[in-house]
């Protein structure tokens, strides 16, 4: 069977501040999906990468007496080390000041300016720089922002380019209507179709250099440079080497009858990637995406993090103390997939101890040890046993990752009950034997230790690998704690 293209991406993390769980949770979600993929035998291209124009940008640059392009390259690295960090498979790390970006921003600027979609006009707008985006006076909470409360609304009267949105209402709403799950879940479909057919107003594209030049320029007009949200959008097809090879930007996005990207993004992009995006898209006459992922918040306490309040979770610090696995683990398995979520120091500790070390750990640590005392040659236990990695696709594949880890939990929690059942360790050495065989191949009603391991590939890959590599060896001998208790 010949392989299939699969194209998944995250949104660009705009590079003003360093890395957060928040945006951890969108990448490790991307990175699920990807590993399960690659399962399956799919050809993955999985795209990550920085935002790297607009004021916001060029104004912290200033600040901290860089140039722009010195400021940009400092936190890009920052996020790439991510990769490491998180354990991360993607294979593009796409940056919007490389050559080929800007090369690829200017041609769709192009293809839509030539198809009547762009034209000049005067800017009068109400501006959160937090957002980069124009505010109505009805997203205001006195008078400011409502995601960016510390910073003053500003008022922007200039020449710029425009973006004919209102031409779109009725092909959004056509692609939105040709798939029904366009959009996940399904109230931001709702949220979003309400609010392209509440009349779409055409937003600005450009900026003037002579008061911000940090930006691509505006094709055939040097005193212009492109709105950040209109460059970055981009980078989804420049990634693909868009529009120098057709033939991998046709394999992988896909083609008009057959869209195939996925992109993935929080509940405070969805009006870019969902609507301003597809219309760039439908301007240049090229295909849509074909679904997109809509994530929630993750809050601290039960607030909004801010460095003001002292509550913003450092995902490497975590990592550095509790492990990847365990960071991966709780943003999957603890936080709703598509609601906002509470991520405290406590509720991470109390999943770390319940679930990990007294969960999957434990397990692992009783039959290797029982093994070991037993000194056996056991039939080759280790094969691909794909059964429960078949049973939690419908969740991965619905977003609903808590669901895949409590069907996994299950499987876990019958095999601790089949040990205390049986009690091996105060058997005879031959009925020992007989029931450590059972746990290890599995029976029709319960999984065994290597299915349970290749379950947790996508999610837990380095604990999986450990299992795998412990379970293969000719003799089974006991090991660390995978996960020692706090």
Not at 369 to 382: F, R
Request: aromatic fraction near 12%; hydrophobic fraction near 40%.
């Amino acid at each position: 069977m010949a392989k299939k293209n699969f194209y998944i991406t995250t949104t660009l993390p705009y590079v003003n501040a360093d890395p957060h769980i928040g945006f951890a949770l969108e990448i490790v979600q991307a990175d699920a999906i990807a590993r399960h993929r690659r399962l399956l035998g799919d050809n993955v291209f999985f795209n990550f990468g920085t935002d790297e124009h607009g004021l916001k940008i060029y104004r912290k640059a200033l600040e901290n007496k860089k140039t722009p392009q010195e400021y940009v390259n400092e936190y890009a690295k920052k996020f790439d080390n991510l990769k490491k960090t998180l354990n991360l498979t993607y294979n593009s790390f796409i940056r919007t000041t490389e050559t080929h970006h800007i090369k690829a921003a200017q041609e769709i600027w192009t293809r839509c300016f030539e198809n009547g979609f762009i034209e000049k006009g005067i800017y009068k707008a109400k501006y959160c720089v937090g957002c980069e985006l124009e505010k109505q006076d009805s997203e205001l909470v006195e008078g400011k922002c409502a995601i960016h409360p510390n910073l003053e609304i500003e008022i922007i009267d200039e020449e710029n380019y425009f973006f004919k949105f209102s031409k779109f209402e009725k092909k959004l709403l056509d692609l939105y209507k040709k798939y029904p799950d366009f959009i996940v879940p399904a109230n931001r479909l709702k949220e979003i179709t309400n609010f392209v057919s509440s009349r779409l107003e055409d937003f600005s594209v450009s900026r003037l250099k002579e008061k911000m030049p940090w930006g691509v320029p505006v094709p055939n007009d040097d005193k212009h440079v492109m709105f950040v949200w209109f460059d970055a959008l981009t980078n989804y097809i420049s990634a693909l080497d868009w529009p120098d090879d057709e033939k991998k930007f046709k394999d992988f996005w896909g083609t008009k009858d057959n869209p195939n990207a996925l992109q993935m993004a929080g509940k405070d992009n969805l009006r870019q990637q969902a609507a301003m995006w597809q219309a760039m898209l439908l301007a240049a006459d090229l295909p849509t995406s074909r679904q997109i992922f809509i994530h929630g918040f993750v809050t601290s306490g039960g607030q909004k993090m801010s460095k003001s309040l002292g509550n913003v979770i450092n995902p490497f610090e975590y990592v550095e103390k509790y492990g990847t696995d365990a960071v991966r683990y709780f943003l999957l398995a603890k936080l709703h997939p598509f609601e906002d979520s509470d991520f405290t120091k406590e509720k991470f500790e109390t999943a770390y101890n319940a679930d990990l070390a007294n969960g999957v750990g434990n397990l692992v640590s009783r039959v290797t040890k029982l093994l070991e005392t037993l000194n056996v040659d056991l039939p080759a236990q280790v094969k691909k046993q794909d059964r429960l990695l078949k049973e939690i696709q419908p969740f991965i594949e619905s977003y609903n990752f808590y669901l895949a880890f409590q069907q996994i939990w299950q499987k876990i929690s019958q095999l601790d009950r089949f040990l205390n059942d049986e009690r091996p360790w105060e058997t005879p050495k031959s009925e020992a034997i007989e029931s450590m065989g059972k746990l290890l191949t599995g029976t029709h009603a319960m999984a065994s230790i290597s299915e349970i391991a290749y379950a947790l590939q996508p999610f837990l890959p380095e604990t999986s690998e450990k299992i795998l590599r412990q379970f293969a060896a000719d003799h089974i001998k006991s090991g660390p704690p995978l996960f020692p208790r706090i």
